[in-house]
């Protein structure tokens, strides 16, 4: 299993997308899964343009109703959304030796851990970070801060919230900012 934990704006899903892409030399079946509940597009789609046909799953039953004993790698982006069941799911395909792909948000906006995606890295054959650089200074960014009408988002808000440049944007650990987080 390859793991490419990353902040938002990290490259991450661009990352999913070339290594799934170099299937396409082989004859060798896959498939790309995303989570339902991101309304975001109808693919996988990065924000370098690439893109990939991805099946929409809310729960483990209906992943695994996807899967055959023909695809042999099986790739999900977004999985740090919570999906019932998923780490059990991926654990027995690892047992069914199907190689797996994973990309999604390791730390939600408040710097705290994902953790099906902490599950996920602790099973990894490889894990690749990903990071972005920061919109304040430019350092190097592992951070996603959450932005409300511009202020940074009170560590009570929701940690899930669907959205884009409107609503998040990548910080170095310096200038990530959430009122009210316990120390
Ligand atoms: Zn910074």
């Keep these: 299993m390859e793991v490419y934990p990353g902040s938002m704006f990290s490259g991450k899903t661009t990352a999913l997308i070339q290594r799934v892409e170099k299937l396409n030399y082989t004859d060798i079946p896959y498939k790309v899964f995303q989570p339902l509940i991101n309304e975001r597009d109808e693919?996988?789609?990065?924000?370098?343009g690439f893109e990939i046909e991805a099946i929409k799953v809310k729960d483990a039953e209906g992943f695994l109703s996807h899967i055959t004993d023909k695809d042999l790698v099986v790739a999900f982006d977004e999985a740090h959304f919570p999906?019932?069941?998923?780490?059990?799911?991926?654990?027995?395909?690892?047992?069914?030796?199907?190689?797996?792909?994973?990309?999604?948000?390791?730390?939600?906006?408040?710097?705290e851990?994902?953790?099906?995606?902490?599950?996920?890295?602790?099973?990894?054959?490889?894990?690749?970070?990903?990071?972005?650089?920061?919109?304040?200074c430019g350092g190097t960014a592992r951070r996603t801060q959450r932005l409300i009408d511009g202020k940074p988002a009170p560590y009570?808000?929701?940690?899930?919230?669907?959205?884009?440049?409107?609503?998040?944007?990548?910080r170095c650990i310096h200038h990530h900012d959430v009122p009210g987080k316990p120390s």
């Design 43 to 48: 693919n996988v789609a990065s924000r370098l």
């Design 83 to 111: 999906i019932p069941g998923l780490c059990s799911a991926v654990s027995g395909l690892l047992l069914l030796k199907k190689n797996i792909i994973i990309a999604g948000l390791d730390t939600d906006y408040r710097g």
């Design 113 to 136: 851990p994902f953790p099906q995606m902490d599950y996920f890295m602790r099973h990894a054959d490889y894990v690749t970070k990903m990071n972005a650089v920061c919109a304040v």
């Design 156 to 170: 009570d808000s929701p940690i899930i919230l669907v959205g884009d440049k409107e609503l998040y944007e990548p």
